[in-house]
């Protein structure tokens, strides 16, 4: 399946999106269908449930997905510029150039949205 970037589900009785984030990043409705996501970004742990499965839509991007859905997924959580701000997530595609540049070394998927980005003009 390749290396996950997202992982979250919908609880389609109350219509609440559940992110996932990290190993330990449990997440949960408050229905009565008490729908939950687990285990980040790892494959070792990911889990969902609640008392109707057919009342949960689980949603996952990995690296085999079409990259287009890779760049609209893939958050990094950052804390500002001088990190002085509270945690928020950002997305790949909605990060600057600048921010790209000083992260390409981490992570092979800064590099090809910088690639994808000079190949679309954007």
Not at 3 to 9: A, L, R
Not at 14 to 36: A, V
Request: hydrophobic residues 25%; contains cysteine; negative net charge.
């Amino acid at each position: 399946m390749g290396e996950i970037y997202h992982n979250s589900v919908i609880c389609l009785e109350c219509g609440e999106k559940l992110i996932s984030r990290h190993r330990h990043d449990f997440q949960q409705c408050s229905c009565s269908n008490e729908t939950f996501v687990d285990g980040g970004l790892g494959f070792v742990y990911i889990r969902y449930g609640g008392k109707d499965l057919d009342k949960i839509q689980q949603f996952l991007i990995s690296s085999e997905d079409k990259f287009e859905w890779q760049r609209f997924y893939f958050e990094r959580g950052t804390y500002g510029k001088d990190g002085d701000k509270p945690l928020h997530y950002i997305k790949l595609k909605d990060m600057d150039n600048e921010h790209l540049e000083l992260l390409k070394d981490t992570h092979e998927i800064y590099k090809r949205e910088i690639k994808y980005r000079e190949k679309n003009g954007s």
